[in-house]
């Protein structure tokens, strides 16, 4: 085999790595995961109203022990998360797709129309940066329609939503399919002609209705790109998600027009197109279709279809990246692809990189946590064969006895790392009171990534396990499961006046009402009087201080 390196190779090495990078930051932009960890709550003082640092009302009522504080926090909103995260992810996106072939081309063809066209250096580049200043309008303007069209409620809810999620999965599944060659996605030739109609007005109006011709023309690449990274925003639960999206994408696609027309030379120094850019959306395409597997493990989940569990999920990525890492290395070729006759040096590396992961997968196979990918996966508790929850016990299995009989709803919902759990409120609180603990209400999701890498990477610390499994008594309570309640449960909110039709429902509304809160994880430390110990927490990825937390609650329960 004949390894050479040449330019074309840098641009596959910086993209392999900027396509991977996209992909994991896409799947963590995805949930409504938040917490309150950045609140700093101000001392109370005789039992008044006080605010916080930041927006947060706070009651107040001391007791007379002193032991614990009565907590409810009146109005706090909820911080809208992950927009730098969602402007990171769209700027990728972005930089993804100015490498697609139906981008990469018109590169220097509309770049070369400024610098021919005008008169002067100076017209030549206030009219690229109108032309850019045009581009992430247009695609600013898609993200705000999203929000508008959805609602802000809408877009909130969406994560959690058993239905939508569903509809996500084959949404990506078509764009991967798009990309991997099936067929081309392409918005109706009228709309193109009539904006590339437009764009021979000149002017400023010519120059807008151009950026319109680029939107429309390169959709069959730019749409799977555009359609994944909208989902990602919507689902964020962040209000201007889209639009943030859609500005990082529009931005990072404008920014070589305004260089390139600043500095006509650098053309020069662009690869040539070629099949490497084809090779650009076989990769994405493997990509997308490994982040539709999350989304599809999140409605299984929730509606309990037990088909989807986490070896079935990991079977699905390593055979994915697996393949992927083959086709890099030229192994496998589909039917539009150019001949691959050697392999360069950065395109091994990527190889290298992608089928490593694949290797790293497969001890997950046998339970091995795999941390750095914990978020992605369906948790531990649905593994089949494990190998790793029973070291966390000394090497023997730990086995969860039920003196009263099984836990309710403990035929639906899977223990966590093998720990004594309860999934109904009443229950917990009855059983922590018979043997004098601590209630620890840990309100999780089952589209949760957060409480996922919660459980994978802090609960497992031997400090916080020995105090979960044997001074706390665990309540998790799921705010997105689609269980039915029996007829004689449902009930009408008085909190928000909705129906409350299933579990999730149920402890949602409890958790918003008790708690004014909406976050997942979010854990909350209770006495027996069902006052808050301490403050309540969110995700907190730091062991120490995460054992900090549960023994200032323990300490305030003993008191």
């Given at each position: 085999?004949?390894?050479?390196?040449?330019?074309?190779?840098?641009?596959?090495?910086?993209?392999?790595?900027?396509?991977?990078?996209?992909?994991?930051?896409?799947?963590?932009?995805?949930?409504?995961?938040?917490?309150?960890?950045?609140?700093?709550?101000?001392?109370?003082?005789?039992?008044?109203?006080?605010?916080?640092?930041?927006?947060?009302?706070?009651?107040?009522?001391?007791?007379?022990?002193?032991?614990?504080?009565?907590?409810?926090?009146?109005?706090?909103?909820?911080?809208?998360?992950?927009?730098?995260?969602?402007?990171?992810?769209?700027?990728?996106?972005?930089?993804?797709?100015?490498?697609?072939?139906?981008?990469?081309?018109?590169?220097?063809?509309?770049?070369?129309?400024?610098?021919?066209?005008?008169?002067?250096?100076?017209?030549?580049?206030?009219?690229?940066?109108?032309?850019?200043?045009?581009?992430?309008?247009?695609?600013?303007?898609?993200?705000?329609?999203?929000?508008?069209?959805?609602?802000?409620?809408?877009?909130?809810?969406?994560?959690?939503?058993?239905?939508?999620?569903?509809?996500?999965?084959?949404?990506?599944?078509?764009?991967?399919?798009?990309?991997?060659?099936?067929?081309?996605?392409?918005?109706?030739?009228?709309?193109?002609?009539?904006?590339?109609?437009?764009?021979?007005?000149?002017?400023?109006?010519?120059?807008?209705?151009?950026?319109?011709?680029?939107?429309?023309?390169?959709?069959?690449?730019?749409?799977?790109?555009?359609?994944?990274?909208?989902?990602?925003?919507?689902?964020?639960?962040?209000?201007?998600?889209?639009?943030?999206?859609?500005?990082?994408?529009?931005?990072?696609?404008?920014?070589?027009?305004?260089?390139?027309a600043l500095f006509p030379s650098w053309l020069s120094a662009l690869p040539k197109s070629g099949g490497w850019l084809n090779s650009v959306?076989?990769?994405?395409?493997?990509?997308?279709?490994?982040?539709?597997?999350?989304?599809?493990?999140?409605?299984?989940?929730?509606?309990?279809?037990?088909?989807?569990?986490?070896?079935?999920?990991?079977?699905?990525?390593?055979?994915?990246?697996?393949?992927?890492?083959?086709?890099?290395?030229?192994?496998?070729?589909?039917?539009?692809?150019?001949?691959?006759?050697?392999?360069?040096?950065?395109?091994?590396?990527?190889?290298?990189?992608?089928?490593?992961?694949?290797?790293?997968?497969?001890?997950?196979?046998?339970?091995?946590?795999?941390?750095?990918?914990?978020?992605?996966?369906?948790?531990?508790?649905?593994?089949?064969?494990?190998?790793?929850?029973?070291?966390?016990?000394?090497?023997?299995?730990?086995?969860?006895?039920?003196?009263?009989?099984?836990?309710?709803?403990?035929?639906?919902?899977?223990?966590?790392?093998?720990?004594?759990?309860?999934?109904?409120?009443?229950?917990?609180?009855?059983?922590?009171?018979?043997?004098?603990?601590?209630?620890?209400?840990?309100?999780?999701?089952?589209?949760?990534?957060?409480?996922?890498?919660?459980?994978?990477?802090?609960?497992?610390d031997k400090g916080v396990y020995s105090k979960l499994s044997n001074d706390f008594v665990i309540i998790q309570l799921y705010v997105d499961?689609?269980?039915?309640?029996?007829?004689?449960?449902?009930?009408?909110?008085?909190?928000?006046?909705?129906?409350?039709?299933?579990?999730?429902?149920?402890?949602?509304?409890?958790?918003?009402?008790?708690?004014?809160?909406?976050?997942?994880?979010?854990?909350?430390?209770?006495?027996?009087?069902?006052?808050?110990?301490?403050?309540?927490?969110?995700?907190?990825?730091?062991?120490?201080?995460?054992?900090?937390?549960?023994?200032?609650?323990?300490?305030?329960?003993?008191?």
């Amino acid at each position: 085999m004949t390894i050479k390196f040449d330019q074309t190779s840098v641009k596959m090495l910086v993209l392999g790595f900027l396509l991977l990078f996209c992909s994991v930051t896409a799947a963590f932009s995805q949930e409504t995961d938040s917490t309150i960890d950045d609140l700093e709550f101000t001392e109370i003082k005789d039992g008044t109203v006080v605010k916080d640092s930041i927006t947060a009302t706070i009651v107040a009522v001391p007791q007379k022990d002193g032991a614990a504080v009565d907590v409810k926090l009146v109005s706090p909103e909820k911080e809208e998360q992950g927009l730098t995260g969602i402007f990171i992810a769209g700027f990728i996106g972005g930089l993804a797709a100015l490498l697609m072939p139906c981008i990469f081309p018109m590169l220097p063809l509309t770049v070369s129309f400024f610098t021919k066209g005008s008169q002067t250096k100076a017209k030549a580049v206030s009219r690229a940066l109108f032309y850019g200043l045009s581009i992430i309008v247009i695609y600013v303007v898609l993200g705000l329609l999203v929000t508008v069209i959805f609602g802000a409620d809408a877009l909130n809810s969406l994560s959690t939503n058993g239905i939508f999620n569903f509809l996500f999965f084959i949404l990506l599944l078509i764009f991967a399919v798009s990309f991997l060659g099936a067929f081309e996605i392409t918005l109706p030739s009228s709309w193109v002609n009539k904006m590339d109609a437009n764009s021979d007005k000149g002017g400023l109006a010519g120059l807008f209705f151009m950026a319109g011709t680029l939107a429309l023309v390169s959709f069959s690449c730019t749409g799977p790109i555009i359609g994944t990274l909208l989902v990602q925003a919507a689902t964020s639960g962040a209000l201007l998600g889209p639009a943030i999206g859609m500005f990082g994408f529009s931005f990072a696609l404008a920014i070589p027009f305004a260089l390139f027309a600043l500095f006509p030379s650098w053309l020069s120094a662009l690869p040539k197109s070629g099949g490497w850019l084809n090779s650009v959306k076989v990769v994405l395409g493997f990509l997308e279709l490994a982040l539709a597997m999350k989304f599809l493990s999140n409605v299984d989940l929730a509606y309990h279809w037990n088909w989807f569990d986490r070896e079935v999920f990991l079977v699905l990525w390593i055979v994915i990246f697996g393949l992927m890492g083959l086709y890099l290395l030229g192994k496998l070729k589909f039917s539009h692809d150019s001949p691959v006759n050697f392999i360069s040096v950065p395109r091994l590396m990527i190889s290298v990189v992608v089928l490593s992961f694949t290797v790293y997968m497969i001890p997950g196979l046998w339970g091995a946590p795999l941390k750095s990918i914990s978020a992605f996966l369906p948790p531990q508790a649905t593994q089949d064969f494990d190998l790793y929850t029973p070291t966390l016990t000394g090497g023997t299995a730990a086995v969860v006895k039920h003196e009263e009989g099984p836990h309710k709803y403990a035929d639906i919902f899977h223990a966590p790392l093998n720990l004594n759990v309860f999934f109904d409120y009443e229950e917990g609180m009855a059983y922590a009171k018979k043997v004098n603990k601590p209630v620890m209400i840990d309100f999780t999701g089952h589209a949760c990534v957060n409480c996922r890498k919660m459980e994978a990477n802090v609960w497992p610390d031997k400090g916080v396990y020995s105090k979960l499994s044997n001074d706390f008594v665990i309540i998790q309570l799921y705010v997105d499961d689609k269980t039915e309640l029996a007829a004689n449960e449902k009930f009408t909110s008085t909190f928000s006046g909705k129906a409350v039709n299933t579990i999730g429902n149920k402890w949602s509304d409890f958790q918003a009402a008790k708690f004014n809160s909406n976050s997942q994880p979010y854990y909350v430390l209770l006495g027996h009087d069902e006052k808050l110990l301490v403050q309540p927490t969110g995700a907190n990825y730091n062991a120490e201080e995460y054992l900090k937390f549960l023994n200032s609650g323990l300490s305030n329960f003993n008191k």
